[in-house]
């Protein structure tokens, strides 16, 4: 079988790549975008960022990408077996890129599992579950008056928060010393949470000094700044 090329991926020319040889990155910086750019960063990996705004993600052009029609989404020159390989889900990118570089993810069976059982958590609970809240709370579903969905969202945020919160009692880092793609898939929503979803300290994250703590440490790095407005919203 012939190997892909980037330019046989037709996303390639709306949005045509600067640096060909480098990871292609079509995104936004929302809290699923940034946890690709802050690897992407992390792992000092060149890409390409490429802004896809939010109401372009289900448009038929990135939808060649991604049959999904959502951001985060990449294309790999350079991918497993030497052909350009398109990949979408920021979990899924986040583990691909740990495997490319072998950093970020342990080597030990046991221990690289319990990283991807965090990544699962952040994927499956935080995302959805903020999301879900944000929607009820600022988004579409504020008008609502009935106080069921959002209350449920709510009451699932703070409880996921308290499992981090019981995580990190104990370790600098989700998965110890080391930190890992754990960290990078959750700390953008735990930001975003703390800067849009906790008025009045409506999430209790006063009482949360652990996660805060390890908020701040993931901030203070300086490729995670870096990857904050990445790709820029222009
Ligand atoms: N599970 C997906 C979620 C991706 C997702 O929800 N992306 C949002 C932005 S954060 C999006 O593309 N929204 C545009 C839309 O729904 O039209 C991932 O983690 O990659």
Request: aromatic share 10%; glycine share 10%; charged share 20%.
């Amino acid at each position: 079988m012939t190997q892909k090329t980037l330019g046989d991926f037709p996303i390639a020319q709306r949005w045509a790549p600067r640096t060909p040889g480098a990871i292609q990155l079509y995104s936004f910086p929302t809290p699923n975008g940034v946890k690709v750019s802050a690897m992407l960063e992390e792992c000092g990996l060149p890409y390409d960022a490429h802004t896809v705004k939010l109401s372009e993600a289900g448009s038929p052009e990135f939808k060649t990408l991604n049959i999904n029609g959502k951001i985060p989404a990449i294309i790999d020159p350079d991918g497993p077996g030497g052909g350009a390989f398109g990949l979408w889900e920021s979990g899924a990118i986040l583990i691909y890129l740990a495997e490319k570089t072998g950093r970020f993810l342990p080597d030990d069976l046991a221990q690289r599992y319990e990283t991807i059982q965090w990544v699962m958590f952040q994927m499956a609970g935080i995302g959805p579950m903020f999301g879900q809240y944000a929607f009820f709370l600022r988004g579409g579903g504020a008008e609502m008056t009935d106080p069921l969905p959002r209350e449920r969202y709510f009451n699932e945020t703070v409880r996921l928060l308290n499992v981090l919160e019981r995580r990190l009692a104990d370790r600098p880092n989700i998965m110890g010393e080391d930190f890992t793609i754990a960290d990078l898939a959750n700390f953008p929503w735990v930001r975003t949470a703390r800067d849009y979803f906790n008025e009045d300290d409506a999430l209790g994250l006063s009482k949360l000094p652990h996660v805060m703590g390890w908020l701040d440490r993931c901030l203070a790095r300086p490729t995670v700044q870096r990857s904050l407005n990445q790709p820029p919203r222009e």
